[in-house]
């Protein structure tokens, strides 16, 4: 059994700058691609970023270019979310996912529970 757990989250003033982390237990996903997610309350889940496992190609939301930057560590903690010049826009949960697939991700890999992320004005 896969788990994911995010860690990073917290409060932080408009400006600010967050570390999100993402570890798995159970088996090392080098081969799967990362992604991370955030919803909102009252809102639905959005995309955030995206790193590809076989060309390593980042993939952003328009809302988060250039302030955000997602990697990875092929190791425990596949998956990174450094979040700079944060906005209250960007309060959320945060989410970390998996997919096996090379392209055409959906996403139905594993998810962790979420780490909150809380930015004040």
């Known amino acids: 059994q896969v788990q994911l757990v995010e860690s990073g989250g917290g409060l932080v003033q408009a400006g600010g700058s967050l570390r999100l982390s993402c570890a798995a237990f159970?088996?090392?996903?080098?081969?799967?691609?990362m992604a991370w997610f955030r919803q909102a309350p009252g809102k639905e889940r959005e995309f955030v970023a995206a790193?590809?496992?076989?060309?390593?190609?980042?993939y952003y939301a328009d809302s988060v270019k250039g302030r955000f930057t997602i990697s990875r560590d092929n190791a425990k903690n596949p998956v990174f979310l450094q979040m700079n010049s944060l906005k209250p826009e960007d309060t959320a949960v945060y989410y970390c996912?998996?997919?096996?697939?090379?392209?055409?991700?959906?996403?139905?890999?594993?998810w962790g529970q979420g780490t909150q992320v809380t930015v004040s004005s």
């Open positions: 996912a998996a997919d096996s697939r090379r392209t055409g991700w959906v996403w139905d890999g594993y």
């Open positions: 159970g088996r090392t996903l080098s081969r799967y691609s």
């Open positions: 790193i590809s496992w076989s060309s390593g190609t980042t």
